[in-house]
């Protein structure tokens, strides 16, 4: 069964830069499509962003209004994903999730999902 | 992409049948057979009970069941029960790449 942990999460302050992991266990790493989804406090699910594997090209996906500040990227030796946060927004605080799909379905839903990471943006 | 619409709350008694609608648009919901939704319970991690319109991961009572028409697709829970008071979200490919959330709808078991 797939487990994934994800850590790094902490209060920063607004401009700051952080970086998020998730560890992987229970699977072939290497062949997982792999995504963020964040959800701020009472809100919603939020997108952040997703890559593919290495033998799908290990390409980097990203919602339109997050190109540019979040960078995702994957340490198949580690079975670690990574998300490389830069100029930090208050708007950005929230409960960080890893996730990943069905297998073969193409990355079109988040069948497993870590525990989450709390991220605080505040001064 | 806007996020896709749901109501904000749906309620109903033990074994009624409910029924959560996510609408969107011709560039996602109503392009894509790609749809899934989420239950989540307070304090934990979303968890998958259907992937593409119709299909339940393993595990998944069949008391959940969904289906799309046109730009809007439902889940529906029928004999509802307490434990599937929760919030609910759908989740729609749209194109490029990319996936939208609907912004969630809390079912109340009365």
């Known amino acids: 069964e797939v487990q994934l942990v994800e850590s790094g999460g902490t209060l920063v302050k607004p401009g700051g830069s952080l970086r998020l992991s998730c560890a992987a266990s229970?699977?072939?790493?290497?062949?997982?499509?792999m995504n963020w989804v964040r959800q701020a406090p009472g809100k919603g699910l939020e997108w952040v962003g997703r890559i593919k594997s290495e033998a799908d090209g290990g390409t980097t996906d990203y919602p339109a209004h997050m190109k540019g500040r979040f960078t995702i990227s994957r340490d198949d030796s580690r079975n670690t994903l990574f998300l490389q946060m830069d100029s930090l927004k208050t708007e950005d605080t929230a409960v960080y999730y890893c996730s990943t799909d069905i297998p073969f379905t193409g990355g079109t839903n988040f069948a497993f999902w870590g525990q989450g990471t709390l991220v605080t943006v505040s001064s | 992409q806007s996020a896709l619409t749901q109501p904000a709350s749906v309620s109903g008694s033990p074994g009624q049948s409910i029924t959560i609608s996510c609408t969107g648009t011709?560039?996602?919901?109503?392009?894509?057979?790609?749809i899934s939704w989420y239950q989540q319970h307070p304090g934990q991690a979303p968890k998958l009970i259907i992937y593409?319109?119709?299909k339940r991961p393993s595990g998944v009572s069949t008391r959940f069941s969904g289906s799309k028409s046109g730009t809007t697709a439902s889940l529906t829970i029928s004999g509802l029960q307490a434990d599937d008071e929760a919030d609910y979200f759908c989740c729609s490919y749209a194109g490029s790449n990319s996936l939208v959330f609907g912004g969630g709808t809390k079912v109340t078991v009365l």
């Open positions: 011709s560039s996602d919901v109503g392009s894509y057979n790609l």
């Open positions: 229970g699977v072939t790493f290497s062949n997982l499509w």
């Open positions: 593409e319109v119709t």
